[in-house]
T-cell receptor
Framework: ETGVTQSPTHLIKTRGQQVTLRCSSQ?????VSWYQQALGQGPQFIFQ???????GRGNFPPRFSGLQFPNYSSELNVNALLLGDSALYLCASSLVHSGELFFGEGSRLTVL | GENVEQHPSTLSVQEGDSAVIKCTYS??????FPWYKQELGKGPQLIIDIRSNVGEKKDQRIAVTLNKTAKHFSLHITETQPEDSAVYFC???????????FGRGTSLIVHP
């Protein structure tokens, strides 16, 4: 059984640029969620996808967008990067209506 | 929306001692309370969870208690070991979407 994998693991961008982060769900999982974790904080919910549609969204602006593909892999896109977007971005997969989240190791984004 | 408070932010114990981490939540409709452990450089991993129809749950050295009236829940770790050193997050969510709101985390340090 393959766990949740994320890429890239680290990346550096400058203000105003755009970034795409990728996630492969754990085998058999049909739901994927994205979280932003600032240093010393708990994960903050960005959005969730189920059957390729957004199934819930946290308090993040529209420049945070996502996709889920038929194989349940997912992308997180962030446009017009701000310094405050620097964080660890975590992807988690799960079965719909199941509470347990399976997290990847995250993508560390630094915005200069 | 839901608000989860977690204390303490840092907890330092000697190997073999017990550790207790406490959380409170604000939304009385929350009914699922997971605890995640995050080791350095890794994503959070579920260690135990409890649902609102249960007051206590144990799994070897780990136990969680829930007081619905007071809206607080706690994680208890007995006979701590150095490998228990990590950041622990509590969370609260409602059945259906199971989208958790996380606390800010507790850094547990177990000294050999």
């Amino acid at each position: 059984e393959t766990g949740v994998t994320q890429s890239p693991t680290h990346l550096i961008k400058t203000r105003g640029q755009q970034v795409t982060l990728r996630c492969s769900s754990q085998s058999g999982h049909n739901t994927v969620s994205w979280y932003q974790q600032a240093l010393g904080q708990g994960p903050q919910f960005i959005f969730q996808y189920y059957r390729e549609e957004e199934n819930g969204r946290g308090n993040f602006p529209p420049r945070f967008s996502g996709l889920q593909f038929p194989n349940y892999s997912s992308e997180l896109n962030v446009n017009a990067l701000l310094l405050g977007d620097s964080a660890l971005y975590l992807c988690a997969s799960s079965l719909v209506h199941s509470g347990e989240l399976f997290f990847g190791e995250g993508s560390r984004l630094t915005v200069l | 929306g839901e608000n989860v408070e977690q204390h303490p932010s840092t907890l330092s114990v000697q190997e073999g001692d017990s550790a207790v981490i406490k959380c409170t939540y604000s939304d009385s409709a929350s009914n699922y309370f997971p605890w995640y452990k995050q080791e350095l450089g890794k994503g959070p991993q579920l260690i135990i969870d409890i649902r609102s129809n249960v007051g206590e749950k144990k799994d070897q050295r780990i136990a969680v208690t829930l007081n619905k009236t007071a809206k607080h829940f706690s994680l208890h770790i007995t006979e701590t070991q150095p490998e228990d050193s990590a950041v622990y997050f509590c969370a609260a969510s409602k059945g259906g979407s199971y989208i958790p709101t996380f606390g800010r985390g507790t850094s547990l340090i177990v000294h050999p």
